[in-house]
């Protein structure tokens, strides 16, 4: 019984920042890695940005320079500071990870939240 909580979505200006939070709960043996997809309207499912255990990151080419990935290992969290936010941004976020779980270590699984809804008006 794995959950991915996400939270810190909502609507800002174009300019503007969000911090989105994701917090992963229950009988998790290991969080390999973690990351941020987004659905824009009209589209399908894009990476925005994953972090390895070690920090190791890779980013869109449409956020670098603008969003953030960090993780928290001891919270079991990881984050997307988003900075100069533009229209083209709006989308629902879903926080990613690939895990393994205490009753099936062998395996890694990918789990994911149910979705926060990031809006940029212009």
């Known amino acids: 019984q794995v959950q991915l909580v996400e939270s810190g979505g909502g609507l800002v200006q174009l300019g503007g920042s969000l911090r989105l939070s994701c917090a992963a709960s229950?009988?998790?043996?290991?969080?390999?890695?973690m990351g941020w997809y987004r659905q824009c309207p009209g589209k399908q499912r894009e990476l925005v940005a994953t972090i390895s255990p070690t920090g190791s990151t890779n980013y869109a080419d449409s956020v670098k320079g603008r969003f953030t990935i960090s993780r928290d290992n001891g919270k079991k969290t990881v984050y997307l500071q988003m900075n100069t936010l533009k229209p083209e941004d709006t989308a629902v976020y879903y926080c990613?990870?690939?895990?393994?779980?205490?009753?099936?270590?062998?395996?890694?699984?990918?789990?994911w939240g149910q979705g926060t809804q990031v809006t940029v008006s212009s």
């Open positions: 990613n990870a690939e895990l393994r779980t205490y009753a099936v270590t062998w395996r890694l699984d990918p789990y």
């Open positions: 229950g009988s998790i043996f290991r969080i390999d890695t």
